[in-house]
């Protein structure tokens, strides 16, 4: 546990939740993403497979620890693990409101032209990206460092007018 904690920077016990919430979304998103694609034929078969595209998407995610460590400002190893859940949750929560909002303003596959629909979804998607990326990253304690990643985005959209 001790190396555990020094190959990840952790001062104190608490920050031991980040790593751990880490492991426990990334099995979850392999289990979802298996049962998904298998169909759930067999429950051995899905946990076997599961546990198969967790180990692999483990690898690839210290893999990108590694190249982003280099280009991401943050004072602690753990702290990754933290901004890397605040992506997950964002991207999430920003699908989530943004199917009741294109509802709400009336549009559906059914009145508008199919490619329009996922225009304007992703459109509005994006606009409540932008917003509660900063949010949970307030919440997480990671505001300065997505603050400074949404400005980036904004001036890379040619909107560096709203920074102002």
Request: glycine residues 6%; aromatic residues 20%.
């Amino acid at each position: 546990m001790e190396n555990f904690k020094k190959n990840w920077q952790i001062q104190h016990n608490w920050q031991l939740l980040f790593p751990v919430l880490g492991m426990l979304m990334l099995g979850y998103s392999s289990f979802r993403l298996v049962d998904v694609i298998v169909g759930g034929i067999n429950l051995f078969l899905v946990i076997i497979l599961s546990m198969v595209l967790f180990f692999i998407l483990l690898k690839l995610t210290l893999f990108l620890f590694k190249k982003l460590e280099r280009k991401w400002s943050v004072e602690y190893r753990w702290e990754m693990i933290r901004v890397f859940i605040v992506f997950a949750i964002t991207g999430s929560s920003s699908v989530f409101i943004g199917k009741p909002i294109i509802a709400l303003i009336g549009i559906t596959k059914e009145n508008f032209n199919t490619v329009f629909y996922w225009i304007l979804y992703i459109l509005v998607g994006l606009i409540f990206y932008q917003i509660l990326l900063v949010a949970y990253g307030w919440l997480f304690g990671q505001f300065n460092f997505f603050w400074e990643f949404e400005k980036k985005m904004l001036r890379r959209f040619g909107l560096e007018k709203f920074l102002n």
